[in-house]
């Protein structure tokens, strides 16, 4: 049983769903209303999919966001295959 099970019952059904805003888990640390997306893959993706991310969330944000971007890795690397890491980028939202 790997450590972020709990992360993949919640998270999974969001993968590769649009950018979205609210609140998340108090687990993920992250606190405030947030514009977040949840990828799924290995660590090395992570520069396309910021590369993205804020031109999506410029389109939910409604204005600039309210402080700097962040991610939450979500699995240890590991404890799987690095095609299930999950990861949350977000960026803070007014």
Not at 85 to 94: D, F, I, N
Request: aromatic share 10%; net charge positive; with cysteine.
């Amino acid at each position: 049983m790997a450590s972020c099970d709990g992360a993949h019952a919640f998270f999974d059904k969001t993968v590769g769903a649009p950018v979205q805003i609210g609140m998340l888990p108090d687990w993920t640390r992250v606190k405030g209303k947030v514009a977040w997306r949840v990828v799924k893959g290995p660590y090395s993706e992570l520069p396309r999919v910021w590369a993205a991310f804020p031109g999506e969330a410029a389109k939910v944000l409604r204005g600039p966001p309210d402080g700097p971007a962040g991610d939450v890795f979500l699995c240890n690397p590991q404890e799987h295959s690095p095609d299930r890491l999950l990861t949350v980028v977000y960026l803070p939202a007014k």
